[in-house]
């Protein structure tokens, strides 16, 4: 039963554009992750939210911007894309340290 | 250097192997987090394991603190098991969750 719901499934965009990706979990979790999925399959965090407070900031560059409205949702920002950005792009949460549950994840791709 | 290494890379069995995935850390840790990502698809969690012995069905998970790795054994492959299979170091001290690179699992019939 999914309980970490992603919008959109897939975008596509030109280079230079502004995209936004929303992320809300049911599950009353208190932290909340972004992270990126290369076509290699390798996984790399970019964000977490614990409590609305960002407590990990990876090394990610300044375009990219985690906004919280709530525990509950954690939105992913690129202000302006790049062809590197073509990626999945997975939120996850959980308790602080504890199992994580993912999202279907949602593919951009970058003309 | 890598906090997190899966081994192997990649494998192919025929329906009825038994698997044997491995996941060594060269850090401390908390627990130990499996996870199953079939092709075009988000990450299931099969296993959170902190240490010892979890079964599910099929599968089992052993995660060994002192030796600084966790096994994942998958006993009767069948081809739905086909798929990216994942280890992750969870650190809770800085609230980091540490990826392998995954093991690459192809079951044929």
């Known amino acids: 039963e999914t309980a970490v719901f992603q919008t959109p499934n897939y975008h596509v965009t030109q280079v230079g554009n502004e995209v936004s990706f929303n992320c809300k979990q049911t599950l009353g979790h208190d932290t909340m992750y972004w992270y990126k999925q290369d076509s290699k399959k390798l996984l790399k965090i970019m964000f977490s939210?614990?409590?609305?407070?960002?407590?990990v900031n990876e090394t990610v560059p300044r375009r990219f911007s985690p906004q919280s409205s709530d525990k509950a949702h954690l939105n992913l920002r690129i202000k302006s894309v790049e062809p590197e950005d073509s990626a999945v792009y997975l939120c996850?949460?959980?308790?602080?340290?504890?199992?994580?549950?993912f999202g279907p994840g949602t593919r951009l791709t970058v003309l | 250097g890598q906090q997190v290494q899966q081994s192997p890379a990649s494998l192919v069995l025929q329906e009825g192997e038994n698997a044997e995935l491995q996941c060594n850390f060269s850090?401390?840790?908390?627990?130990m987090q499996w996870f199953y990502q079939r092709p075009g698809g988000s990450l299931v969690s099969l296993f959170y394991n902190p240490s010892g012995t979890k079964h599910s069905g099929r599968l089992t998970s052993t995660t060994v603190i002192k030796e600084r790795r966790s096994s994942l054994h998958i006993s009767s492959s069948q081809t739905t098991d086909s798929g990216t299979y994942l280890c992750?170091?969870?650190?809770?001290?800085?609230?980091?969750?540490?990826f392998g690179a995954g093991t690459r699992l192809k079951v044929i019939a």
């Open positions: 992750a170091l969870v650190n809770t001290g800085n609230y980091k969750y540490v």
């Open positions: 850090t401390s840790l908390n627990s």
């Open positions: 939210y614990n409590n609305k407070q960002l407590i």
């Open positions: 996850a949460s959980s308790w602080t340290g504890a199992e994580q549950f």
